[in-house]
């Protein structure tokens, strides 16, 4: 994979060609994660804090040669990181700290990846949009509720902004990435954030967990979406995570809640012996991110040999 930078230039209405960019989208966790009400259209309203963690995807674009042959715009190859890997491997892309990867990755059909919706969302306003080959280097585990496909999507928007000179403004940007996924627009703005709706409504809050250190697990158990909803109740929590997060984090175990935990936790109770574990290992505060089935834990000291007392399980740990 290339590492090459090079800028866009644009002349006579034209997109240079053989431009190269790479970028790495990152991961998020969810501070609370409340359903509060079902909505006509039949999708819920959540309440939520978004927080981005340095869990990373690699994803590199280049202009594709007018010549070369192919039935496609924007021709995707995807690749699953290695059943594990270190800081010392070739394969982790710069920027990524060591981790091990799921042991499963189902690249699907390419075509319909976010990456690849992304790019034709653009290409309808700006037909003259070159184009691509795109390579994204899958170190974010799926199905985890950490958002990797959103990430993906809203840095492919960024990326191609950014390669070709479209000059779109961060609301724009974030605009066609709510079209796309409920919180892909939360990765245009790439900072903590309360969301509602969806997930695309969303506020800027000034929160800074600098210092700690986060745990994330994976186990290799799918969680559907649609299964961990059919077991939900949504109400109102007695008091919004918006709040509680302004709290310190120590206050947080016994008032921020994941209302997802409850319903997963039932179909895939060792899901919840990670969350016990993550607390018997010294953790401030553990839950699941998103409909999972991620668990984090945030740390005052780096926990020792996370990856033995996960076996066979996606693990992360970093200093935020």
């Known amino acids: 994979m290339s590492h090459e930078m090079t800028t866009f230039v644009a002349e006579n209405n034209k997109f240079k060609t053989e431009t190269t960019m790479i970028t790495f989208p990152i991961a998020k966790i969810n501070l609370g994660l409340n359903v509060v009400e079902k909505r006509p259209d039949g ?28 039935d496609v715009d924007c021709d995707l190859k995807v690749t699953a990181a290695p059943a594990s890997v270190s800081a010392s491997s070739a394969t982790v892309p710069a920027g990524s ?49 950490m958002g990797g496909g959103s990430s993906d999507c809203a840095y492919m928007i960024r990326l191609l902004n950014t390669m070709f000179g479209l000059n779109l403004t961060e609301q724009q940007m974030i605009d066609y990435a709510a079209r796309l996924g409920a919180d892909c627009a939360f990765f245009i703005k790439n900072g903590p954030c309360y969301a509602e709706g969806i997930g695309e409504q969303l506020e800027d809050i000034t929160l800074d967990l600098s ?8 186990p290799d158990i799918p969680v559907p979406t649609k299964k961990a909803f059919a077991r939900i ?26 209302d997802f935990e409850e319903s997963v936790f039932a179909l895939h109770p060792e899901i919840g012996h990670v969350k016990e574990q993550l607390y018997k290992m010294g953790a401030t505060y553990a839950a699941m991110s998103g409909s999972g089935s991620a668990l984090f834990g945030l740390f005052r000291n780096r926990p020792d040999q996370l990856g033995q007392a996960f076996p066979n399980m996606f693990t992360f740990c970093s200093l935020l």
Not at 46 to 66: C, G, I, N, R, S
Not at 120 to 140: E, F, N, T
Request: hydrophobic content about 40%.
């Open 97 to 145: 700290p060591a981790g091990s990867a799921p042991s499963s990755f189902d690249t699907g059909d390419e075509q319909r990846n976010l990456v690849v919706r992304a790019y034709h969302v653009l290409k309808a306003d700006y037909p003259a949009l070159p184009r691509c080959h795109a390579h994204l280097w899958k170190g974010i585990p799926t199905q985890a509720g």
């Open 43 to 70: 999708y819920h309203n959540l309440q939520t804090v978004f927080y981005p963690v340095p869990v990373k995807d690699a994803l590199e674009v280049v202009a594709m040669d007018e010549a070369f042959p192919s």
């Open 233 to 258: 109740r949504p109400h109102y929590p007695a008091k919004n995570c918006r709040d509680i997060v302004m709290q310190p984090v120590d206050t947080w175990r016994d008032e921020l809640v994941n």
């Open 211 to 218: 210092g700690w250190h986060i745990a994330v697990v994976r």
